[in-house]
């Protein structure tokens, strides 16, 4: 075995009911490392040009991180990744808790899955024992429900599972590992859903080995006890008060998107409603932190909260606040952790449920709905539970929560009557939380990303208010002088380096809000755990060429991305007349230009060039594209 990794896949079959392992070379991990590069490099080889991402032929899988299941810091994420239903373009999701490490322990360095099963499964793998076991009893339990029984019947075992909203094919829902971790975006429920796949249940006891165990202790407990240690700081803030820290402050400076993106807050959700829903109001339902494998930050919580009877739910992360909170003028504290237990559960994408729900409403609020298309129920801004209805309308694709249940684009191509303009999405995918009139470079990533329409991708602004700001983030990591500035050559370059990281940390393992953490010992962690002695330029390549490969499979699909136009209340178009956007419109195109000169694409339509594609080895992407 080599060191940090198996160089072992594991295939299932579902219409053969069937599974193979195979083992790949060393080389491809150094080129690809796991999660995000890895997908990318065997779902675009394996799986053809316009399949159905609903079909027979689709792929998907789980791939965690290549330094996922060691002790590295903050290592522990798995990514989901194939085809996306949702978006038709490459699709990705990467979630925590403890999924990723246990494919580890397990010996596989990812799980991929085709075909169809003719009657609801679930797959075990324990203790080095694969099984695919018929899951009829399991159909139609949510997901916490279904982790309870498949604790119940296999012990003490890690579990993805889908919940009625990917078993009802809704292009809008989700993957829940471990109750509290979702692999939200791009639709992935739908998938596993669409191959009769309720759940994966594991249980591994094989170890990993290192290049230099002390070495490693030596640096992690270094970064842990700074980590411990802070009581004042990001990580201090992140592990006592979660993501909602954000839900006053992002309010306030228009970062929220309020009102369906058409609001503000002085007029339409002003400080009081926003204080209902602040952190400290969130967090006096506390009782315990959650978090992922090897996270010292631990930004989870578990809470109790008895006015909605709930015993046991998770903190609702920010993204989760503002699409019920601000998203739909909702001060009700309460209803937001009713919303997302019930999205939890059903395991449906919070950001695109409250999306969804604010283009439902203006559609209602402008006539292009009535009483009679929702079953009554009078859609206003701001009803807490008319909301939670319409949620378990959309769950159980029940009445107008059929139409809905696939995201704003495609309810509004049956809505018709001009209510696309209520529809805010990029590509389908309805817009996370984060203003791109606040931070600019959301444009490019929202509008352009081969999955399009994602927070969590290289937004040079947004990651710029981390240490990268003061190169601190990775000390060989240095952003150009005057990257700032417009349009400018240091500035693409930025996004060139940043991108490459990104997708270089996110395939590696490494939680995103690392980045506003404190500096990490990334090619040390590297050294110590596989033994590869890399420089930063050789790290940023390896992203380079992960975002490559998922650029040629979005085009390979016939998604010109260069096209695509992000809807004008998220650009300032026309601009708003007052607030914290007033008058700002934001030109994110020329942004998209300069980056795919710097990447080597051709910035007309986004095609990696010839050259590009021989520079990073990607010999199998010419004969596709060429
Ligand atoms: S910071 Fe939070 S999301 Fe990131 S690894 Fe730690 S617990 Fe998970």
């Not at 429920?189 to 002390?214: C, F, P, Q, R, T």
């Not at 010109?560 to 008058?583: C, Q, S, V, Y």
């Amino acid at each position: 075995m080599t060191n940090g990794f198996f160089g072992k896949i594991l295939w299932f079959d579902l219409t053969e009911e069937s599974f193979r392992e195979s083992q790949l070379p060393d080389e491809i991990f150094r080129q690809y490392w796991g999660g995000y590069g890895l997908a990318a490099k065997l779902i675009y080889e394996n799986m053809p040009k316009g399949t159905d991402p609903l079909g027979h032929e689709a792929i998907f899988g789980f791939f965690p991180g290549l330094l996922t299941g060691t002790v590295a810091p903050l290592s522990g994420r798995c990514m989901v990744a194939g085809k996306s239903p949702l978006t038709g373009t490459w699709g990705d999701a990467n979630v925590g808790g403890f999924i990723g490490s246990e494919i580890k322990k397990c010996g596989y360095d990812a799980i991929l899955f085709k075909g169809i099963a003719k009657a609801p499964k679930y797959i075990t793998i324990i203790d080095g024992e694969i099984q695919i076991l018929d899951a009829s009893d399991l159909w139609g339990l949510d997901t916490f429900e279904t982790e309870q029984k498949l604790i119940e019947k296999h012990g003490n075992v890690k579990i993805a599972s889908i919940g009625p909203a990917g078993e009802k094919l809704s292009l809008i829902s989700s993957i829940v590992c471990d109750k509290f971790r979702v692999a939200a975006r791009s639709g992935f429920g739908a998938v596993m859903g669409s191959k009769k796949l309720k759940a994966l249940a594991l249980k591994g006891n094989k170890k990993i080995s290192v290049a230099d165990k002390s070495e490693l202790l030596k640096y992690t407990k270094e970064f842990n006890t700074k980590a411990r240690n802070d009581q004042s700081g990001a990580m201090y803030t992140y592990r006592t008060l979660g993501l909602p820290f954000l839900n006053v402050s992002t309010g306030l400076s228009g970062d929220a998107p309020i009102k369906n993106w058409g609001g503000y807050y002085m007029r339409d959700f002003p400080i009081d409603k926003l204080n209902k829903i602040s952190a400290a109001e969130i967090n006096k339902y506390k009782q315990k932190d959650f978090g992922c494998f090897s996270c010292v930050v631990q930004c989870g919580a578990i809470m109790k909260v008895p006015e909605a009877n709930l015993e046991e739910t998770h903190i609702p992360e920010y993204e989760t606040c503002a699409a019920f909170g601000h998203m739909l003028l909702n001060d009700s504290l309460i209803s937001l952790f009713i919303l997302n237990d019930l999205c939890n559960r059903a395991g449906i994408d919070t950001i695109s449920v409250g999306g969804t729900i604010a283009f439902a409403i203006e559609c209602y609020e402008n006539g292009l709905i009535s009483n009679n298309d929702t079953d009554g129920l009078e859609l206003t801004w701001g009803n807490s539970e008319t909301i939670i209805e319409l949620v378990k309308k959309i769950i159980k694709r029940e009445g107008i929560g059929d139409i809905l249940a696939d995201g704003p684009k495609k309810a509004s191509e049956k809505i018709g009557r001009g209510s696309e303009k209520y529809a805010i999405h990029s590509l389908g995918q309805p817009l996370p939380m984060h203003d791109p009139k606040v931070y600019k470079s959301f444009g490019r990533t929202y509008a352009f990303e081969p999955t399009p329409g994602r927070h969590t991708a290289s937004s040079l602004d947004h990651f710029v208010t981390g240490l990268m700001r003061n190169n601190k983030f990775i000390k060989e990591f240095i952003l150009p002088k005057g990257y700032r500035k417009s349009q400018s050559d240091a500035r693409y370059e930025a996004m060139k380096m940043c991108a490459g990281l990104h997708q270089s940390l996110s395939s590696l393992g490494i939680c995103f809000f690392t980045y506003w953490f404190q500096t990490y010992p990334l090619i040390e962690l590297i050294k110590t755990i596989v033994g590869w002695d890399l420089s930063i330029e050789e790290i940023i390549k390896i992203g380079l060429r992960i975002q490559t490969v998922r650029q040629a499979f979005t085009i390979r699909e016939g998604v010109i991305l260069a096209k695509n136009e992000l809807p004008g209340r998220a650009i300032g178009n026309p601009p708003f007349e007052d607030g914290p956007h007033k008058g700002r419109t934001i030109d994110y195109k020329p942004d998209y230009k300069g980056y795919c000169e710097k990447m080597g694409w051709n910035p007309e339509n986004g095609y990696p060039l010839k050259e590009t594609l021989n520079d990073l080895n990607l010999d199998f992407v010419i004969k596709d594209l060429y």
